[in-house]
């Protein structure tokens, strides 16, 4: 099985801008999570997808967002960018609720 | 709340010692265990997790964790490590029923010497 994939796999933006990011889970897998890396704050979840239902969310300002399509793969996106956003955004996919999660390569942001 | 705290930010090492990488969470609940490798420019690859049953849990490349429920630790530990093992190491949990969010730990970086 083809593994998770994201796209793009680089991003550059500026502030102010915004920014739609691509995950395209394994073949069969249902739940797709969001994670953000940072060296500062390190792995810190953002939300979580389960058959287009957002199931969990984590502690981050509504100008992140993130939605779940019918064939499983999911987007999220950031509106109104800042220095902060610059990161390393990692998607993950499980086949139900309570089993391990799969990681994507993951999409770096640069926000200038 | 659950929380992880990986104890050691950097484990300096040579190559075919034996390595331990100490992980402690605190938690209400139950949870589920699981311990992360990231190399350089990629994403996180699963070595192992604890889910349930014996406390000793065997993963890939030779790494092997023991759940200690009284200590609330989940060592990471391998015999003998390779220069390819240098990487960014990451344990977390997740709550028992509560679905994908994984609570990580701040990482320890595992530096192999020759």
């Known amino acids: ?112 | 709340a659950q929380s992880v705290t990986q104890l050691d930010s950097q484990v300096p090492v040579f190559e075919e010692a034996p390595v331990e990488l100490r992980c402690n969470y605190s938690s209400s609940v139950s949870v589920y265990l699981f311990w992360y490798v990231q190399y350089p420019n990629q994403g996180l690859q699963l070595l192992l997790k604890y889910l349930s049953g014996s406390t000793l849990v065997k993963g890939i490349n030779g790494f092997e964790a023991e759940f200690n429920k009284s200590q609330t630790s989940f060592h990471l530990r391998k015999p003998s490590v390779h220069i390819s093992d240098t990487a960014e190491y990451f344990c977390a949990v997740s709550i028992y029923n509560q679905g994908g969010k994984l609570i990580f730990g701040q990482g320890t970086e595992l530096s192999v010497k020759p």
């Open chain 1, 1 to 112: 099985k083809a593994g998770v994939t994201q796209t793009p796999r680089y991003l550059i933006k500026t502030r102010g801008q915004q920014v739609t990011l691509s995950c395209s889970p394994i073949s069969g897998h249902r739940s797709v999570s969001w994670y953000q890396q940072t060296p500062g704050q390190g792995l810190q979840f953002l939300f979580e997808y389960f058959s287009e239902t957002q199931r969990n969310k984590g502690n981050f300002p509504g100008r992140f967002s993130g939605r779940q399509f019918s064939n499983s793969r999911s987007e999220m996106n950031v509106s109104t960018l800042e220095l902060g956003d610059s990161a390393l955004y990692l998607c993950a996919s499980q086949p139900g609720t309570k089993d391990t999660q799969y990681f994507g390569p993951g999409t770096r942001l640069t926000v200038l």
